[in-house]
């Protein structure tokens, strides 16, 4: 069959009073708050807050939210064992994906939809995510797990529990910010995914698990993955122009650069380009930084793209250490927020999602006895 025409480009799906996009004007507002803003002043868990309940807390709400986090983020014994002892061969987002469906299995809800559980799902989720995935890395490296340490909020306990040493409060500000940015994008992929599993009614989990599952392609979330593996196949900046060039030339595509509805400049990766450039200094180590500069110039040149947000978080995660298989994870773990508040906002006024398709196949065929039938020529 032909290439899918539209991918509903354009396409107005539902209301949301959650996040806006003007991708003309290359603008992002998170409950009418721009985001801009909110990384300049806000918390990762404060994001999250806002997402969910629609506004700022106020300090007893946020004492409440992260006494919640502090409490939710162990894991399971089981469900840690499971990581430790069957998933260290496993894909990073295949055991992500895996273990959060799993922990399904250990919700003392049974799984019950109503509103005050699934808010709770929604937090608890959201505090799990970076302990599996620190547990999965430690798991490989055949290092015990590092528990949470209740001191730290998200960015700065997800770094400590990766390595067991505590960043600097810089480092950690950094992430906090990297994950303010991805916490949610309106109706990408990955969050449209979860939001029809969730008009199904379908359980929280399994919602989440749609959308970790299709966050994981190269055109979305594991877009990260793949410009960190360009950056270091193309190595140095004098080399970057012919293996642009190769790229186009073949017809592919450059990971990390164009928009379904960003016209313009992305502006999450507007907010976290000072940090890519920040750490490259510090590490005394600018050959992928610079490298990565010429990639935009020439794409600009050829192509009259912008990077992405996946372009600049993959220099950042790779400058504060975070393996480029934990990338898309990484990317995951932050999203967790803007996921479930869909979810509860689609559950709060469920419809279920089911379209149509416009049938383009043979008609008129008669079903032929299998002795009859014969192969058609590849
Ligand atoms: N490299 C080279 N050309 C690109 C490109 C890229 N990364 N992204 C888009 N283009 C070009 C296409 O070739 C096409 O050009 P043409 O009209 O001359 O054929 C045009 O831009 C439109 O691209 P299209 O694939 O129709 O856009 P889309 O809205 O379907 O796709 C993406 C959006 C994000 C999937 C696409 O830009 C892409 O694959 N980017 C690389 C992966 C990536 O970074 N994903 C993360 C997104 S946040």
Not at 323 to 341: E, I, K, N, Q, Y
């Amino acid at each position: 069959m032909a290439r899918q025409k539209g991918g509903l480009e354009g396409v107005v799906a539902l209301d949301s009073s959650i996040c806006e996009v003007d991708g003309v004007k290359g603008r992002l507002f998170y409950r009418g708050i721009e985001i801009d803003e909110l990384a300049a002043n806000s918390t990762y868990p404060e994001t999250a807050y806002l997402l969910w309940y629609g506004q700022l807390p106020t300090q007893d709400q946020l004492d409440g939210l992260m006494a919640q986090f502090y409490s939710q983020r162990e894991l399971p014994p089981e469900i840690l064992r499971m990581i430790v002892e069957f998933m260290p061969s496993w894909d990073s987002m295949e055991s992500l994906r895996t273990t959060v469906s799993a922990i399904s299995g250990y919700d003392p809800g049974g799984l019950e939809h109503n509103p005050r559980d699934d808010q709770k799902r929604a937090i608890s989720l959201t505090a799990r995510m970076p302990t599996i995935i620190a547990a999965y890395h430690r798991a490989r490296q055949k290092l015990p797990p590092v528990p949470p340490s209740s001191g730290l909020a998200t960015a700065a306990n997800f770094l400590y529990m990766l390595s067991g040493e505590r960043p600097s409060a810089r480092r950690a500000r950094i992430l906090d910010v990297c994950l303010i940015v991805h916490a949610d994008h309106e109706l990408n992929a990955s969050t449209f995914a979860a939001r029809v599993a969730a008009s199904t009614l379908a359980d929280i989990y399994a919602a989440v698990s749609a959308g970790i599952a299709t966050l994981d392609g190269p055109l979305h979330g594991g877009a990260n993955e793949q410009v960190m593996a360009m950056l270091e196949e193309v190595g140095t900046p004098d080399r970057a122009e012919e293996y642009v060039m190769d790229l186009l030339r073949r017809g592919k595509k450059v990971p990390g650069f164009g928009h379904r509805v960003y016209k313009t400049a992305d502006p999450r990766a507007t907010i976290i380009r000072p940090f890519a450039a920040e750490l490259a200094r510090e590490s005394g180590q600018t050959r992928l930084f610079d490298t990565a500069k010429r990639i935009e110039e020439v794409v600009m040149r050829e192509k009259g793209l912008n990077a992405n947000l996946d372009f600049v978080s993959a220099q950042v995660y790779h400058g504060l250490g975070i393996p480029t298989d934990l990338m898309t994870p990484v990317f995951a773990m932050s999203r967790s927020a803007g996921w479930t508040a869909h979810i509860l906002e689609q559950y709060s006024s469920n419809r279920l999602i089911r379209p149509r398709a416009k049938y383009v196949g043979p008609k008129q065929l008669h079903y032929v006895p299998v002795e009859q039938r014969k192969e058609k020529a590849a």
